[in-house]
């Protein structure tokens, strides 16, 4: 069963800007750190950024520090990630995925969405 849903992406040209939306179903979404990661063509799934359940700390990529800020809203059950100067490298699928630990490893994610495409042009 899908618990949670991207949208939000799209095609931009570099140095312009998407917010990406994930939505989940959890009743417990509140509990659940929650993180972003893309996969590009040819490439393994990267981490990108993540946030924690109710303090709100994150932490990104060295590649999107300065350009993403990810942020959360419990009370609609979303997680967005603000991404702004886009570059051609950010091309990807994104996803986001609900954890129960502070992780940045793929496998510590519990749920996965089935992803939004990002395709930035030069």
């Known amino acids: 069963q899908v618990q949670l849903v991207e949208s939000g992406g799209g095609l931009v040209q570099a140095g312009g800007s998407l917010r990406l939306s994930c939505k989940s179903s959890?009743?417990?979404?509140?509990?659940?750190?929650v993180g972003w990661f893309r996969q590009a063509a040819g490439k393994e799934r990267e981490f990108v950024a993540r946030i924690a359940a109710s303090t709100g700390s994150t932490d990104y990529v060295d590649s999107v520090k300065g350009r993403f800020e990810v942020s959360r809203d419990n009370t609609v059950n979303t997680v967005y990630l603000q991404m702004n100067n886009l570059k051609p490298d950010d091309t990807a699928i994104y996803y986001c995925?609900?954890?129960?630990?502070?992780?940045?490893?793929?496998?510590?994610?519990?749920?996965w969405g089935p992803g939004t495409q990002v395709t930035v042009s030069s």
């Open positions: 959890h009743y417990s979404f509140a509990t659940f750190d």
């Open positions: 995925a609900e954890a129960s630990a502070w992780s940045n490893r793929a496998a510590d994610y519990l749920s």
